[in-house]
């Protein structure tokens, strides 16, 4: 099993920044891909960005790409997403997630993640 806990939501005006964290416990970090998820209400989960297990590779959605940078500490055992330039329609709760599987490359759907986290909600006010 992998606990993973979010922190670091809150509310910020438009062009504002905020950095999300995610503490994993559970399983050797080190060895999972790791991935940012957001859901808006009425809306499916979406994904945001991953970053994998061995060379640190990322990938991130268009609506988020150069505005958001996805990064992990393996030796704090956390996973962090730095948010800058923040728009309204980046409101959401934010899930951070990992595979079932050790060594898995990391994806862009919610199905190939079996661990998420409770989520934090983040709100950008226009």
């Known amino acids: 099993q992998v606990q993973l806990v979010e922190s670091g939501g809150g509310s910020v005006q438009a062009g504002g920044s905020l950095r999300l964290s995610c503490a994993a416990s559970?399983?050797?970090?080190?060895?999972?891909?790791m991935g940012w998820f957001r859901q808006a209400p009425g809306k499916e989960r979406e994904f945001v960005a991953f970053?994998?297990?061995?060379?640190?590779?990322?990938r991130y959605a268009e609506s988020v790409k150069d505005r958001f940078t996805i990064s992990r500490d393996n030796a704090k055992n956390t996973l962090y997403l730095q948010m800058n330039s923040l728009k309204p329609e980046d409101t959401a709760v934010y899930y951070c997630?990992?595979?079932?599987?050790?060594?898995?490359?990391?994806?862009?759907?919610?199905?190939?993640?079996?661990?998420w986290g409770q989520g934090t909600q983040v709100t950008v006010s226009s």
């Open positions: 997630a990992a595979p079932r599987k050790v060594y898995y490359s990391g994806g862009v759907s919610p199905t190939e993640y079996g661990y």
């Open positions: 559970g399983r050797t970090f080190s060895n999972y891909a």
């Open positions: 970053i994998t297990w061995s060379n640190f590779n990322t």
